[in-house]
Nanobody
Framework: QVQLVESGGGLVQAGGSLRLSCAAS????????MGWFRQAPGKEREFIAR????????SYADSVKGRFTISRDNAKNTVYLQMNSLKPEDTAVYYC?????????????WGQGTQVTVSS
């Protein structure tokens, strides 16, 4: 089992930045591809970003490419999502996930989510 706890969400104005953190505990963090997903009200949860176990491979949804950056620190068992140039449409609950499939469609472990609200 892997336990994931997100932090860093909040309210920010359009054009601003936030950094989300996800602390992992349990099974060996460095074995897993880590990722971020989000779910806006009335919408399905969507893939945002993924970074593989050694950090050498990353992928992003087109909607955030060039604005969001996923990184990980295996020594700290933590994955981050740096979000820049935020837009109101980025408003959602953001979820950290572990053991994310290469296609970004599946994950075996989920955090509880953190709210990000972007005001216009």
């Amino acid at each position: 089992q892997v336990q994931l706890v997100e932090s860093g969400g909040g309210l920010v104005q359009a054009g601003g930045s936030l950094r989300l953190s996800c602390a992992a505990s349990g099974r060996t963090f460095s074995n897993y591809a880590m990722g971020w997903f989000r779910q806006a009200p009335g919408k399905e949860r969507e893939f945002i970003a993924r970074r593989n176990w050694n950090g050498y491979s990353t992928s992003y949804a087109d909607s955030v490419k060039g604005r969001f950056t996923i990184s990980r620190d295996n020594a700290k068992n933590t994955v981050y999502l740096q979000m820049n140039s935020l837009k109101p449409e980025d408003t959602a609950v953001y979820y950290c996930a572990a053991d994310v499939g290469a296609d970004g469609l599946t994950a075996n472990y989920w955090g509880q989510g953190t709210q990000v609200t972007v005001s216009s």
